[in-house]
């Protein structure tokens, strides 16, 4: 309350940063960033009754999950975590901030992403910016040389929010990985077969996986005569193919990034390509192509790739595509992308559209082998080999969620099994004996926490919240030593004895 | 790399702040982190090798979770989940971090222990201290006014971190609150029959329940003589006497905090008090404590409770205790903590011990009600009652993995059931088709990544992870269509036909 005389004058100098900003014309984000400085400066000193006003809200970019939609957060989770144990990984757990300099130089461009903490003495720190440096982190700090973990936890970007496409500052990422010196290809094809599973099991439409090497993409410029300095931009240019026409990439390539027409042509060609393991045998006849060593061994082993993919049963989903490029720096082998289709999502219900055609609608999966991370945090330099995955949960998430608003199912958000109601008053007591019987045997139960509530009520409430089972009780009820069982769906009624009702309970909602 | 060449001086600088503050005598804590700033620059600038070196650890407070540490917390975190969910609670989300002024005025003097992020533009935000009061911010941003949740998630102090003693500064919260309007002490019954179903239930040893009311606090004050303004800073000395003998609690309120010596000793009478609803009636019968209004609606409260205890059947570890006093400014009726008691640490195996004599070692639960928390978000002051508690599971779960480390019991990591593996040489295509088999019917299972691993070195493997079954392949088995199936405890081989695998393998880990 000390400060509160200093904020009107600290609203009147934003203002005038606002008002700057928009007479020259500066960027929409950057004058939404300062005009809600002023808001809170505003909000600050109150409104008009002079009360403090709090801006009621979550930080820009995150959001709440109500119980609905934990719900539906939760059934995925479980299908991932069912997958990931499925296939026999363990899991760790990593603090949410790292020291600044262990995130440093880890993500290229996208480091200015990173949120830091403030400095308020101490280490400086960082939120995680993924699951896969920390991983690192730990293999080294450790000395681990193989693990296959999962690791399901939030992560965070300062990136434009895009919330209504799933695209949040604060979101889940569900890693899958595979670390240590083993025969080529095979943790590498276990990854797609992990993206293809769970991709299925959530049956959110059709997809398509997306593969490519990052030998064959670095080979592939050098041999199209891209200067070894411009792999990097050319390769994030190439990376937006997914969303941009090849006319549009091209006119980057040549006009922003200073690519000769001829180099730019010839990659144009390359980047069309898409198919399977006869591809990359075609590429590895190609007398161009065949020119670098390290595109061949890239093609060598997406050959390999196949043969275990098609052992796994996987291959109607896997695509071999040149013009997939990950933009994260820390990639040296294969990579892959999971996509839903349009068609997909359009015809949730039918099986097998068409695949061609099918455009794709935002990457839901993605990963590689990042044989020089490990290294990169040991104090020697030892290297270990890893392949990962991460699954995206929020776009998931979002097509879900959709999902159980159109389809006319509840929800439920809790798992009672059974209410324990009175039909009478001055029961509260007997309510309480018999809800700790049901609580000690492990039952869900509930009561609604008045004295006297009405009969009516108990039973709206349990229609309303998915209860499927009530336990009268009524004066009538205790001088028997019975309780009255009742079906919600049904209103059935049965009269069962006090000794018996636990027995009672656990077989018809087991039946369920 | 390009800031490189400023490091020496940044050295040089930090180097004499070190000097400055070992020189004034500052405190150790201080000067620790001044020093740990100095040697992160040295770390930055290499070591005689002239490569960069990295320090290879997790942030002050903070650790990594192994896979057997996460196997323990899944165990902990399940029976706790269990027990939320039978209580019939929801669950909901929140963000990591809030906007700064959402936490801000909430905490009193701990409000310094909270992480503020650092300014990169935009909004100003801080990591959650706990989850109570981002679950009132929710309540009010949702106009709910009733809902039972609970809450796993991790929170965030930059306290002075004892980790030996499961104090970290990120750490979990298992929060379960009930708010809405309700007859009184009914949901407050239920959150101590909470805590006394986990601590039960975790089987870590005897406990104690403490029980009080900040309104018998405040007029437990007002009637000995402590100044209005004194009751906060009275407040926190009381509550010390869980760590401090009474001598030296009086001696902070005479001597720093300037209370009377005769007020100082009519609160020594009062909080030396221990006992159940009878003590409640004692004093509601006191002549001195009956003066207080709030003392005594109070008193009625925990009379209340105690006969709702009755009926939860908890009151052989339930005390109502007036020495008990939360920190948390936000309380305004019932408060309470679960403790571990030295001899339940002690004697974990032995039950029963003697109650009276045991002395607290650590509060593992604590919650209590605010009815005011909810108002202080909404724009018109619109009050939500809560009641709650909070499960500290950090302190619980070092003692659960001392338990783990003393116990010869192997501690699982994975839910593998079977390993595929093969005998001879060149089968890694059979394995791999076999594993698909066994992914595609839901079986939990693995190969070693190798084209041809050693049989022994892949039935060690089962061994040393705890794997119960291995298919093994050969030349053979493969003419014939078996697969030879073997116990990996006993050692035990059978020959299963290929299309009964699946089964016999259900069969058996079912029946384990």
């Keep these: 309350m000390a400060d509160k005389a200093q904020i009107p004058e600290a609203i009147k100098v934003q203002g005038e940063v606002v008002l700057k900003l928009k007479s020259e014309k500066a960027s929409k984000e950057q004058i939404d960033e300062e005009v809600s400085k002023l808001l809170q400066l505003k909000a600050q000193i109150g409104g008009d009754d002079g009360e403090h006003q709090f801006v009621l809200k979550t930080a820009k970019g995150t959001r709440d999950y109500n119980p609905k939609q934990m719900a539906i957060r939760e059934k995925v989770f479980n299908t991932i975590l069912g997958c990931f144990k499925r296939h026999g990984a363990e899991t760790i757990d990593t603090p949410v901030f790292e020291l600044k300099e262990t995130l440093t130089g880890k993500y290229g461009e996208d480091s200015k992403l990173i949120y830091d903490l403030k400095d308020q003495g101490g280490e400086l720190l960082s939120l995680r910016y993924d699951l896969t440096v920390p991983f690192a982190r730990y293999l080294a700090m450790n000395k681990i040389t193989n693990i296959k973990r999962y690791h399901i936890a939030k992560v965070y970007r300062r990136d434009n929010p895009a919330m209504t496409r799933g695209r949040y500052r604060e979101f889940y990422q569900c890693d899958f990985d595979i670390a240590g010196q083993y025969d080529a290809m095979i943790p590498d094809a276990e990854c797609l077969k992990i993206v293809y599973e769970i991709l299925s099991e959530l049956d959110i439409g059709d997809f398509r996986i997306k593969v490519n090497d990052r030998r064959i993409l670095d080979g592939m410029f050098a041999v199209c005569g891209v200067p070894d300095d411009k792999f990097r931009t050319i390769c994030s240019t ?138 990169m945090f040991d104090p020697k330099g030892r290297k270990v080999p890893c392949v990962g995955v991460s699954i995206g949960i929020e776009r998931i998430f979002s097509i879900m969620e959709q999902k159980a608003e159109a389809s006319a199912q509840r929800v439920r958000t809790t798992e009672v099994q059974v209410m324990v109601v009175s039909a009478q008053k001055n029961l509260l007591e007997e309510r309480l004996k018999l809800l700790t019987e049901l609580w000690n045997a492990g039952i869900k139960a509930e009561v609604i926490y008045k004295k006297n509530p009405k009969l009516l009520s108990q039973l709206q409430y349990c229609e309303d919240s998915g209860i499927p089972l009530v336990a009268i009780l009524g004066e009538q009820e205790l001088k028997d030593g019975m309780v009255k069982l009742r079906t919600v769906a049904t209103r059935e009624e049965a009269d069962i004895s006090r000794a018996d009702l636990i027995t009672e309970i656990k077989r018809r909602t087991s039946e369920a």
């Design 238 to 375: 190439v990376d937006k193919l997914d969303k941009m026409p090849w006319e549009e990439v091209r006119k980057e390539m040549v006009s922003e990034k200073g690519l000769s027409e001829e180099a730019a042509d010839q990659i144009g060609e390359y980047v069309s390509l898409q198919g399977g393991m006869e591809l990359a045998e075609r590429l590895l006849q190609d007398q161009k192509m065949c020119q670098s060593k390290q595109a061949s061994a890239g093609l060598m082993d997406i050959k390999l790739l196949f043969s275990y993919l098609q052992l796994f049963q996987v291959t109607d989903k896997v695509v071999f595509d040149l013009s997939l490029a990950r933009g994260l720096d820390y990639y040296t082998g294969i990579i892959y992308e999971g996509f839903l289709t349009q068609a997909g999502i359009a015809a949730e219900a039918q099986n097998g559209s068409g695949a061609e055609e099918s455009v794709s609608v935002g990457s839901v999966a993605g990963g590689g082998r990042y044989d020089g991370l490990v290294g």
